[in-house]
């Protein structure tokens, strides 16, 4: 790879952000019908 290949996915700015690059072992999300939970 050359570096300029844009990832596939992304997690979204604020809370999903937040969990996606927590380093804690276990985590509960809850949330509304189409916050994102899916992809986290």
Known sequence: MNGT????WEPQ???QK???YSDT?????GGAAG???SDA
């Open 5 to 8: 290949a844009k990832p596939l």
């Open 13 to 15: 700015e604020g809370p």
């Open 18 to 20: 937040e969990f996606f």
């Open 25 to 29: 072992y276990e985590l509960m999300y």
């Open 35 to 37: 916050g994102g939970k």
